[in-house]
């Protein structure tokens, strides 16, 4: 683990400040369940790893329980929260309303010749995740292409409060992908936003949307069957069911 978080903090700029490194590495390892939903962190371990003090891990650890990353228990400790089906619910609600309102945008206003080029260029290289499986490539990509919609309308505000508000959202997307969301069905969503967008049709590029920010909806109950531990209540839920099947 420790390997892997000081690969994270490699990969953050030195021009930011310690809190926020340690914020972006946490929240990152979080997301792609390095650390995972009921662990325990300990303050200590954490600065040492990093060789930093404990002040900023532990601003860290207000961040990410703002978030709704982690649990800070008072005298207990601070432990990764499971992932709560609600909030990734509500995170998907925010999101679609956020996204239907930029996409809708790019196609009425139209999009230059340059950001449709780039979101060309992301697509093709979300193609040439598929067959290396190059999940943790493909998920950085994505979040590239969501990105690159929202700034390309001038929508810089609107990006950032669907980061504020996603992430348990991207929690399971991160589980979904490849087993219960497919890689390719998700760039041939990517791809339909985009042709609908060039097209200047506002209610295409809307229904394509619409039906991308539906995927989790489909995905979601599959990875609280296989996943009861990771999700909140679900491993008693599922204790339960087979008691009464046992009955």
């Given at each position: 683990?420790?390997?892997?978080?000081?690969?994270?903090w490699?990969?953050?700029?030195?021009?930011?400040?310690?809190?926020?490194?340690?914020?972006?590495?946490?929240?990152?390892?979080?997301?792609h369940m390095?650390?995972?939903?009921?662990?325990?962190?300990?303050?200590?371990?954490?600065?040492?790893?990093?060789?930093?003090?404990?002040?900023?891990?532990?601003?860290?650890?207000?961040r990410?329980s703002?978030?709704?990353?982690?649990?800070?228990?008072?005298q207990r400790?601070?432990?990764?929260v499971?992932?709560s089906?609600?909030?990734?619910?509500?995170?998907?609600?925010?999101r679609?309303?956020i996204?239907?309102?930029?996409?809708?945008s790019a196609?009425?206003?139209?999009?230059?010749?340059?950001?449709?080029?780039?979101l060309?260029?992301?697509?093709?290289?979300?193609?040439?995740?598929?067959?290396?499986?190059?999940?943790?490539?493909?998920?950085?990509?994505d979040?590239?292409?969501?990105?690159?919609l929202?700034?390309?309308?001038?929508q810089?505000?609107?990006?950032?409060?669907?980061q504020?508000?996603k992430?348990?959202?991207?929690?399971?997307?991160?589980?979904?992908?490849?087993?219960?969301?497919?890689?390719p069905r998700?760039?041939e969503?990517?791809?339909?936003?985009v042709?609908a967008?060039?097209?200047?049709?506002?209610e295409g590029?809307?229904?394509?949307?619409?039906?991308?920010?539906?995927?989790?909806?489909?995905?979601?109950?599959?990875?609280?069957q296989?996943?009861?531990?990771?999700?909140?209540?679900?491993?008693?839920?599922?204790?339960?069911?087979?008691?009464?099947?046992?009955?």
């Open positions: 683990m420790n390997t892997t978080l000081k690969t994270l490699h990969e953050t700029s030195d021009a930011e400040s310690v809190r926020q490194r340690l914020y972006q590495v946490l929240r990152q390892s979080i997301i390095v650390l995972a939903p009921g662990q325990a962190l300990s303050e200590k371990e954490i600065a040492d790893t990093f060789n930093v003090s404990r002040q900023p891990v532990r601003e860290a650890f207000i990410l703002e978030a709704g990353l982690v649990e800070v228990r008072p400790g601070t432990y990764v499971k992932i089906q609600r909030a990734v619910l509500e995170a998907r609600f925010v679609e309303a996204e239907v309102a930029v996409v809708r196609a009425a206003k139209g999009l230059p010749r340059s950001d449709l080029a780039e060309h260029e992301l697509l093709d290289r979300q193609r040439r995740c598929v067959d290396p499986h190059d999940f943790d490539r493909f998920y950085r990509l979040e590239d292409f969501h990105r690159t929202a700034l390309a309308v001038g810089q505000a609107a990006w950032k409060v669907t504020e508000v992430a348990q959202f991207d929690r399971v997307r991160y589980l979904s992908v490849p087993d219960t969301t497919p890689i998700l760039i969503q990517h791809a339909a936003i042709a967008i060039e097209a200047r049709d506002m590029a809307e229904q394509a949307m619409r039906l991308h920010q539906s995927e989790i909806l489909k995905s979601l109950p599959t990875l609280v296989r996943f009861p531990e990771m999700f909140e209540g679900a491993s008693a839920q599922s204790a339960n069911d087979g008691q009464h099947a046992l009955g």
